[in-house]
C-alpha cells in the first residue's frame, strides 16, 4: 500500500470492525484493494501467485485488517496493562530482555480478539459438562479460555511465566501473522520504555464499539 494512503486504510479497517459501519465499509476497502491489485506489477510473491483466485480481493481484505488491527490492539491494550501495574512498568524498563515474555502476558491478559472465529461440531460432543450437538455452530471465547483459573491461578493479574496461551487460536486455525505480531509488540514495548519509561495515564481510556477489543481514546503523558 503507498504510504500517502495509510490513514485511509487505518480508518477502514476500523470502521469494518465496527458494527454499524462493517457492510459499508467493506465495499469501499474491497474497492481500494480491487484497485490496487489492478495497477499491481507481476512479481515473485503471493498477489501475483492468487491474482486470479475469485476471493483474492475478500482475503486481501481480511489479510490488511488482521493484521493491522489486531497489533494496534495488542500495543494499546498492554500499554494499559502495564501503566496499571507499575512495578511490573519500572522492572521491564530496567530490565527490556524480558519484554518478549511480557508481550506473551499481554496477549494473554487482554488479546485483541477475545471471541474467536465460529466452528461447526462434526459430532456431538461433551465439554465442560454441556453437550455440543452435531451442525450448531459455536463461538470460541479466546479471552475466557486465556483467563481459566484452573489453568492461570490469579487469571486477572498480570504476571510473568504463565503457561502458554491460545490468543493466536490453536493448530491449523493458528494465526498466520504469530510471529510477525510478535515481533512488532516487543519492538513497540522496547520503543516506548527506552523512550518514555515513566508513562502515566493522562485521563481513563474509553473501550470501543468493535469486534476487537481494542481501546478508542488513550491518553498518556510523562510522569512529571
Not at 462493517?22 to 501475483?48: N, Q, W
Not at 451442525?135 to 479460555?145: R, T
Amino acid at each position: 500500500m503507498p504510504e500517502e494512503d495509510r490513514d485511509e486504510v487505518r480508518n477502514l479497517s476500523s470502521e469494518l470492525l465496527t458494527p454499524a459501519t462493517m457492510a459499508e465499509a467493506f465495499g469501499r476497502f474491497a474497492a481500494y484493494v480491487e484497485r490496487l491489485v489492478a495497477i499491481k506489477e507481476p512479481g515473485d510473491d503471493v498477489i501475483t501467485e492468487l491474482r486470479d483466485e475469485p476471493n483474492l480481493v475478500m482475503n486481501l481484505v481480511l489479510l490488511i485488517t488482521a493484521g493491522h488491527e489486531t497489533t494496534v490492539q495488542l500495543i494499546g491494550n498492554g500499554l494499559l496493562a502495564l501503566l496499571r501495574d507499575p512495578a511490573m512498568c519500572r522492572s521491564l524498563a530496567g530490565d527490556p530482555i524480558m519484554i518478549p515474555e511480557a508481550v506473551e502476558e499481554f496477549l494473554r491478559l487482554d488479546g485483541p480478539l477475545a471471541m474467536g472465529v465460529g466452528r461447526v461440531a462434526t459430532s456431538d460432543v461433551v465439554i465442560g459438562g454441556v453437550t455440543i450437538p452435531r451442525s450448531p455452530q459455536v463461538a470460541v471465547s479466546l479471552g475466557a479460555a486465556n483467563r481459566d483459573p484452573s489453568r492461570y491461578p490469579e487469571p486477572d493479574v498480570l504476571q510473568l511465566g504463565r503457561d502458554p496461551h491460545v490468543a493466536f487460536g490453536y493448530g491449523v486455525h493458528y494465526c498466520v501473522g504469530a510471529r510477525l505480531a510478535r515481533i512488532e509488540g516487543e519492538i513497540a514495548f522496547g520503543t516506548l520504555l527506552r523512550r518514555f519509561p515513566e508513562l502515566v495515564l493522562a485521563a481513563e481510556p474509553e473501550w470501543r464499539e468493535s469486534f476487537i477489543r481494542g481501546l478508542g481514546s488513550f491518553r498518556v503523558r510523562p510522569k512529571p
